[in-house]
């Protein structure tokens, strides 16, 4: 019912620019958070950037300077403009979000996560 779409992973060289975003569809009361993951092959999941509702931002300390993450209500969309990319960055990234939507039995929260998609920084 709710749905997650991510686009915008690619390749790109050191020191080039992606812009991630995230789509969230289906019956949604509100969006709480909204947070970018990424996952490189053999490593743990690494909290990247978070947006709250009070439109708050906070990263983590290896993207600070070089990536923005921000939202665009109207659309529920969260995007992560990523810059000064570094083959460190090469990992799936994950769009996760933190919603109310109306249950059967009255509104309820819940997380749920995007498809990932690839980012790839060459050297």
């Known amino acids: 019912q709710v749905q997650l779409v991510e686009t915008g992973g690619g390749l790109v060289q050191a020191g080039g620019s992606l812009r991630l975003s995230c789509v969230v569809s289906?019956?949604?009361?509100?969006?709480?958070?909204m947070r970018w993951y990424r996952q490189a092959p053999g490593k743990q999941r690494e909290l990247v950037a978070t947006?709250?509702?009070?439109?708050?931002?906070n990263y983590a300390d290896s993207v600070k300077g070089r990536f923005t993450i921000s939202r665009d209500n109207a659309k529920n969309t969260v995007y992560l403009q990523m810059n000064s990319l570094k083959p460190e960055d090469t990992a799936v990234y994950y769009c996760n979000v933190y919603l109310q939507r109306l249950g059967t039995y009255g509104p309820h929260d819940y997380a749920y996560w995007g498809q990932g998609t690839q980012v790839t920084v060459s050297s």
């Open positions: 289906g019956s949604i009361l509100r969006i709480n958070i």
């Open positions: 947006t709250s509702s009070a439109d708050s931002t």
